[in-house]
T-cell receptor, first 116, second 116 residues
């Protein structure tokens, strides 16, 4: 069965610190997709990135970067020079097409608090 | 990306009553997904709603408790029936951004339900 583990439940940092959010996944699929979502205190879920299983290139988008390593089944997310606006719950997710459904399996989320 | 509107944004309901949540998308989509996020928890898929057919429910969720309608390609409703305090959650509607299952899921702002 598909599984996503976000071992950290809560992290608190001071503004301008770098922070890495860990994500480890389990799947028997050879083709799959990984996602990160952000849920700020207002509650909406904001899509951040999608990565497919054949693309292990790291990606950088501004202060955000993602490190995908199939060898360790990890898809970690780093925020560089964190800001207060980065405070949110971050979810890692894995696509699951088992049984004909097309759903995302989410990790439990990691609450990031960035203090001024 | 698709714009997803959910109504109501929040509600407080009494035990034993039912609440119908509406989800409107600004473009036609094949599948609409209903997720539940219990307090402090991750997201769990309730069901997938396809236009013109019965919804497909995930393990642990049944039609009698969560009936779903999908009258056209831009609209769906989820009813939470015979509510109990354990149903207090955020209920989120989502659609794929694009026609492919592996395109990102985008979410509505959610319906925050409190059952007293």
């Amino acid at each position: 069965a598909q599984k996503v583990t976000q071992a950290q439940t809560e992290i608190s940092v001071v503004e301008k610190e770098d922070v890495t959010l860990d994500c480890v996944y389990e799947t028997r699929d050879t083709t799959y997709y990984l996602f990160w979502y952000k849920q700020p205190p207002s509650g909406e879920l904001v899509f951040l990135i999608r990565r497919n299983s054949f693309d292990e290139q790291n990606e950088i988008s501004g202060r955000y970067s993602w490190n995908f390593q199939k060898s360790t089944s990890s898809f970690n997310f780093t925020i560089t020079a964190s800001q207060v606006v980065d405070s949110a719950v971050y979810f890692c997710a894995l696509s699951d097409r088992g049984g004909g459904s097309e759903k995302l399996v989410f990790g439990k989320g990691m609450k990031l608090t960035v203090n001024p | 990306s698709a714009v997803i509107s959910q109504k109501p944004s929040r509600d407080i309901c009494q035990r034993g009553t039912s609440l119908t949540i509406q989800c409107q998308v600004d473009s036609q989509v094949t599948m609409m997904f209903w997720y539940r996020q219990q307090p402090g928890q991750s997201l769990t898929l309730i069901a997938t709603a396809n236009q013109g057919s019965e919804a497909t429910y995930e393990s642990g969720f049944v039609i009698d408790k969560f009936p779903i309608s999908r009258p056209n390609l831009t609209f769906s409703t989820l009813t939470v029936s015979n509510m109990s305090p354990e149903d207090s959650s955020i209920y989120l509607c989502s659609v794929h951004d694009g026609s492919s299952y592996n395109s990102p899921l985008h979410f509505g702002n959610g319906t925050r339900l409190t059952v007293t």
